[in-house]
C-alpha cells in the first residue's frame, strides 16, 4: 500500500510540476517536526515500580497538498502525509497517507459541488462541533497547542470531517423575498461488514430565505440513517432532526438589535429495540444582542429549552473521547489505575479528539463541564443566559457570561437539579495600551460551574461545584521572539448522581459520585516567529493532579517539548 | 421592515407559548428505591450445582432484590484458580444476563474442578456463595492448531536464530493458561529484531491447506499471549500464506500473505481474537498490497507463520503463546 502511495505521490507531483508552468497547479501543505520528553511521578501507599516514569516520543511529518485546476470550473486537491516516528518499533514508525482528497466545482454555472472530504457544520442543533469543553481564551501557550490538535482533527470553525458528496444553488427574487439558498450533503459514517452491520449515512439540507436585510429564515433537516438490506441484522437506526431558524438584524436606540433564533424536533428510533419506541422532543433557543460600536460594548440575553429526549447525533457528539487516554502514561499504580484525560490532554493531545460524529451518545465528564457537556445542544436543560462584552481599540476586553438553567425532567426523582455557570475572560493587550511595538499580552480567565439539587430526601441532594482559573502572559522580548506564560487551574468538589445509559441513551443507573479533583497546568517557553505561520518553540509544563478519582492515587507529569511548524 | 418586525415579534411569541415545562415522570431508576437498605427476596441460587460445559450444558444463576442494584457474581476454580466475573445491573438476576456457559474473564481457563460462585453486592459489605462443580470443561469448536499440551507438533519447521538465552520450546507449568502446557519464546539477539520462528503448515490438519470457512468474515483467529514484565517488548507476527493458486506452493511473489502483528505491551495473560478479514497485508509493519489475488482466502492458508521480534537494541525478550485456534465467532475462552 505505500509503494502504492509513493508511486501516486511521484506521478502526481510529476503531473503537478508539468502544469505549474500553466498556472494550474499549486502547492500547499505544512511540515511539523516535534519531540516531547514525559516524566511521570505518583505517590501511593504502594510503591508504583511497574509504571515506566520516563518517555522520550517525537516525529517529524510533511503534509503536502497538490491543488489543481484543471478547467476554471473545477478544483482538486490531493494531500499526502509522510510521516516519521521517531525510534519507531519493528519500521513502525514511518507512514504514508493520503491525508485530503477532494474535488470540488460548478455545474452550469449554478450549482457547486464537492466529493470526497468535507468540512461540515449546519446550526447548533443539527450538525454542529460544540468544542464545549475547551476552555475559553486559552494563554498562548495552551492556543498553540490546540492550534495543532485543530490541524490535526481537521476542525474549522465547528465542523465535523466527513466522506461524502455536498451541492448548494441559489435563486434570487425581484419580490418577497430577496435570495433562498440550497444546500444539502450525504456522507457515509460507517461501511457495512456484509453480515451484521448495516451501512450508516448521514445527511442534510439546509434552506435559507434571506427576505430582507433584517430577516432571514432557514429550514434545516438532518438525518442519520442505517440502510434497509445492507445487513442482515434489522436493527436500524433513524435519528431525524428538523428546525426553523430565524435571523433578525435592525436598528433600535441607538444601537444594533441582533435576535437569532432556532427552534425544532428530534427523533431517535431503532426498529428492534427491546422496550424502546423512539425518543422524540423539541427544544427552542432564542439570543438576543444589542451591539453598541461606538461603545464598543455588546448585550447578550437569551432563553434555551432542550427536550430531555432531544437526541441529535450530529449536534451531541464531543470532540473529546474521555474513555481514551491518549497513549501517555495510560495506566499507573502498579497497572491498577487507568489515567483519564487531564488538564494536559485537554490542551494539546490529539489521540483523544475525534475527527467524526459518535453514533452512540458520548459520556461527560463533569471535572470539565456539567452544565453544557453538549454545548448549547445539550439536552434536559431549561432557563435563560445574559452576556457582556467591553472591547476597547485602546488594548483592554471583557468577556461576562452568565447561564441559569434546570432540569426538566428529574433523574431518579422529581427534584430537579439546578445549573449555574459563570464565566468572566479578561484581556489586556499593555503594546496597546502603552504605546509600545513590542507585544505584551495577559490574559485571566475564571470561571464557575455549579449543580445543585435540593430535596426532602438527605440522599437525593445534590452539590457540585467547579471552579477554573486561567492567567497567561505573551511578552514579546526581541523581535519576533516571545516569552509564553500559561496556567490553569480548576478544582472541582462535591457530589453528583452521574447517570450510566444504554446503548439508546437511556438512564439505567445512577451512581453517587464524590469529587475533590485539582488540576493545575502550568506552563513556560519561548517562542520563534518566522515568516508567515512558521514558528519554532520551546516549552517546558507541569500537569498535577490530585485525588482524580475516588480510589486513584494523585500524580504528575512534566513535559519538555520542542516543537517547529510550518504551513504553506 | 415592518413586515420582519411583525414576523420576528409572531415567532418569538409563538416560541413562549411553548416555553415552560416540567414533567412529572423521572429517568433512570428512583434514588429513593436505590438509597433504602438492600434485601434479598429471593436468594442466591443456581439452577445445577454440577455441569458438563461439554456437552453444552449452562448454569443459571438467579436472584431478586428489593431494589435496583449493580451485582456481581465471581466464580473461582479451587484447583486452577481461575476466575470469571458475571456482572449487571437491575432488581433481578436471571437468564440470560445470569447464565454462565463455563468461560473464564482471568487466566487460566476452568478445569475439571470444584467451583465457588460468590454475588457481591456494590455497597454492601455481605456476599452470597453457592458451590458448582465443572464435570467437564467448555468445548471451543473450531480448528485447534495446538494447545502445546503435547511439545511441539513435529511437522512444525522451527527456526532459532543464533544469540543467548534462546528458547523456543513447550513448558508444562502452573502458568498455563489452558491444560498444562504453553510454548515460550525468548532470546537476546542483538544484531537482528528475530529471535525465533515456528512455520506451521497444513499439513498436519489434513490436507494443503487449513479446513477453513471460505468466508473470511466467519474465520476468527484466536491465540493467548502472555506480557513478561520487566524484558524488553516483543512482537509477535503471525504471516498467513495463501496458495492463491492451488498448486502445492505459496509463492511470496504472486501470492497472499495477510500479518497480524502483536505488540506485546502488556503483562500477564491476554486473549488475541482477530477476524480473518480484518487482517491486512505488512511490510517491514506498515501496510502494503497483498501480492496475489488480493481477496482473504482463509480456505487456501497452506502456511502460517508465527514471528517472535525484539528490538535488537532492548535486550533479552520473553513472550509465551497459548492455545493457537481458528473459530466462527471470537473465542470466549
Known sequence: MRTLHLTLFILATAWANQLQAQKTVSFTGAARSAVNNNTFNTQDSIPDTSTVMRNTTGYALIDLGVNIRPNKHTEILGMFRIRNQYGGFWGAGVGFDVRQLWLKGIVANAVRYQLGDLNLKQTPFTLYNHHADRPDSMPDVFLLQQRIVDYERFYSRNTWRQQGLQADFGLSFAKLVKEVDFNGYLTRLRASNLADIPDRLMGGVTVDVLQSKHLALSWNGFSVFDVRGTAADTNRMDNRVQTFGLTYAGNIAGGQLLIKGESGTSKLAFSNAAGLTSLQDYFIYVSGKLLFPTKHLSLEAGYMNIGPDFRSIGAQSKDINYQNSGGLFNRYANGNSLRAPALLELMGNEQVYQTSVSSSLMPAAQEFNAVLPYGTATFNRLGGFAGLRYAHPSGFSVDLKHHQLREIRGQGTLSLKAFQQTKAHFLLDIAKLSGTRKGKKLRFGIERQSVNRSSNIAFETVDFNRWRLSAGAEVEVFKKIDLLFGMVQQQSKGADFIPDRDEYSRVSFLNRTSYQNKQQLLAGGIRCRFEGNTYFTAFYQQQVNKKPSEGTPDYQIRQFSLIYNMNF | ?333
Request: some cysteine; aromatic content about 10%; charged content about 15%.
Open chain 2, 1 to 333: 421592515m415592518n413586515t420582519s418586525r411583525f414576523t420576528t415579534i409572531a415567532a418569538l411569541l409563538l416560541l413562549s407559548l411553548a416555553g415552560c415545562r416540567k414533567e412529572q415522570v423521572f429517568d433512570g431508576p428512583s434514588l429513593e428505591d436505590l438509597n433504602k437498605s438492600f434485601a434479598l427476596l429471593q436468594p442466591f441460587a443456581a439452577n445445577k450445582d454440577s455441569v458438563a460445559f461439554g456437552n453444552k450444558e449452562l448454569v443459571t444463576f438467579t436472584a431478586k432484590f428489593n431494589k435496583t442494584v449493580q451485582w456481581h457474581i465471581h466464580i473461582r476454580g479451587s484447583a486452577s484458580k481461575a476466575h470469571k466475573v458475571i456482572s449487571g445491573q437491575g432488581n433481578e438476576i436471571a437468564a440470560p444476563a445470569g447464565i454462565w456457559n463455563g468461560s473464564t474473564t482471568y487466566f487460566p481457563m476452568f478445569t475439571e474442578e470444584p467451583c465457588t460462585a460468590t454475588l457481591r453486592i456494590d455497597g454492601l459489605s455481605d456476599s452470597f456463595s453457592l458451590p458448582v462443580k465443572i464435570t467437564s470443561v467448555k468445548k471451543n469448536p473450531g480448528l485447534l492448531l495446538s494447545d502445546f499440551e503435547n511439545g511441539i507438533n513435529s511437522m512444525w519447521r522451527r527456526f532459532v536464530q543464533s544469540g543467548a538465552s534462546m528458547d523456543l520450546a513447550t513448558k508444562q507449568d502452573s502458568l498455563a493458561p489452558q491444560g498444562n502446557g504453553y510454548l515460550n519464546m525468548a532470546g537476546t539477539v542483538s544484531w537482528d529484531w528475530l529471535t525465533v520462528m515456528l512455520d506451521i503448515p497444513a499439513i498436519p490438519y489434513g490436507g494443503a491447506v487449513l479446513p477453513l470457512n471460505s468466508n473470511p468474515d466467519a474465520v476468527y483467529f484466536n491465540c493467548l499471549i502472555y506480557g513478561v514484565p520487566n524484558t524488553n517488548p516483543s512482537l509477535v507476527l503471525f504471516q498467513f500464506k495463501e496458495d492463491d493458486n492451488k498448486d502445492g506452493n505459496f509463492n511470496s511473489n504472486t501470492e497472499d500473505q495477510y500479518d497480524l502483528q502483536v505488540n506485546v505491551n502488556w503483562s500477564g495473560w491476554k486473549l488475541v481474537s482477530v477476524k480473518y478479514s480484518d487482517i491486512i497485508s505488512l511490510s517491514n509493519g506498515q501496510p502494503t498490497t497483498p501480492k496475489g489475488d488480493s481477496k482473504h482466502n482463509p480456505d487456501k492458508i497452506s502456511v502460517i507463520s508465527m514471528l517472535h521480534l525484539a528490538d535488537p537494541k532492548g535486550g533479552f525478550a520473553n513472550t509465551k503463546v497459548d492455545y493457537l485456534c481458528f473459530t466462527s465467532t471470537p473465542l470466549e475462552p
